[in-house]
C-alpha cells in the first residue's frame, strides 16, 4: 500500500480514528501502528459484510482493494512506543 | 475492570498478541493501550458469535463478564506514546 495516498484518503476516517490513528470515540479503535494486514482483513470484511458495524458497513463500502491497501499502510505506518506494563 | 486480574487471565492471550499488547502474528492486532469499552465489546462478540473469528470464538467461550472487563482493563492501560505521522 501507498501511506501517501492512504494519508489522503483517511480524512474519512478521522472523525472517529484520529489522523494520528488514536480513536476520538469509546466505540472506535486506535488504529496508529497497528498490524498492517489486520487492517487489510478488517477493512475488507467491513467491506463485504463479513464484520458487522453500522457505521463502518457504510463507510468501508466506497474503498476499493487499492484504498485499503493504502489506508492500512497510512495506519500501521504510525509509529507507537509501548511502556513496559506494571 | 480489575488490571491485576486481567494480567493474569492474559497469559492465554499472550501467544498471539503479547503480554505487551503487541501482536505476534500477521492475523492478530496490538492490544497495547486499545480503548478499553471497544476491548469489551469485541471480547463480548467474539464470546456470543457476533464478530467471527477461528481462534477468537473458541478462546472466548470461556470468558465471564468479569474476566472480559479485566483483559479490558489490563491491555487498555497499558500505555502508548504516538510519535507523529509524516
Chains 1, 2 share one sequence.
Do not use: F
Not at 496508529?32 to 463485504?48: C, I, S, W
Amino acid at each position: 500500500g501507498d501511506a501517501a495516498a492512504g494519508k489522503k484518503r483517511a480524512t474519512a476516517c478521522q472523525t472517529c480514528h484520529g489522523m494520528d490513528g488514536l480513536s476520538k470515540l469509546p466505540e472506535a479503535p486506535n488504529l496508529a501502528g497497528q498490524v498492517e494486514p489486520y487492517l487489510v482483513k478488517q477493512l475488507t470484511d467491513y467491506r463485504d459484510g463479513k464484520r458487522q458495524n453500522e457505521i463502518m458497513n457504510v463507510v468501508a463500502k466506497e474503498l476499493t482493494d487499492a484504498d485499503i491497501a493504502n489506508l492500512a499502510a497510512y495506519y500501521s505506518g504510525i509509529q507507537i512506543d509501548v511502556l513496559p506494563p506494571g
